[in-house]
């Protein structure tokens, strides 16, 4: 064995066990044991299927139908359908009534919601079926509610530091960098 191979073995053996030491380092994840009987949380369960499948058009920005599903009330209460025919996206208790639930149930193997995509698995039509009948509860944390939008402003506690100031060339404009 020359001395290049020998160095080249010592240090594989070297990156070798550091790599072994930061995986055994590494914490164990928790494993929370989950009660399946427990109800289905809004927070963790429903609202990421809904910001992964539903809100990119459904959202303020953005809302299909007139439909808004990133603020709770609208969720429930629904768009222009339901505005129509006084029917409600989200009835608590009742999955069957739920325009919701009849939009994304498919028939024939297609649903109406999301639109030209596969429908939503079984397991997450069930999630929010079962939410839905155990009273469709809104248990996302205060810390967690989004408290500023463009009608309600943060009153500022004191003058607030500008970070950047800018103008547009024709003077027209200021911009002031500023939280919310
Ligand atoms: C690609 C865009 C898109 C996505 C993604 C999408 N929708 Fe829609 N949604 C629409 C459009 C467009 C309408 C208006 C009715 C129509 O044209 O079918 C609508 C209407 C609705 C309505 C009727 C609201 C009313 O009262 O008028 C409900 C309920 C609904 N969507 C639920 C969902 C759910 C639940 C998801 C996610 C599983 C979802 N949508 C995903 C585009 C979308």
Redesign the pocket.
Known sequence: MNSGHLRRSFLTLLLTTALAATVSAAPAPKMEKEDPNAPVSYFKKIRP??QG??Q???QPAKA????V?TDFAKLVA??????KDKKQ?VVAKDPESS??VQ??TPKDGAA??????AP?GNVDIQLIRRWIAEGAVDDTPANARQRFDADHPPVYQRPPVVTSLDYSPDGSLLAVAGFH
């Open positions: 299927i809904l499948q539903c990119g058009c459904h299909k139908g007139g439909y599903m629904g768009g222009e359908d339901c505005a996206a325009f919701l939009q994304i109406e919601m999301p639109p030209k995509k939503l």
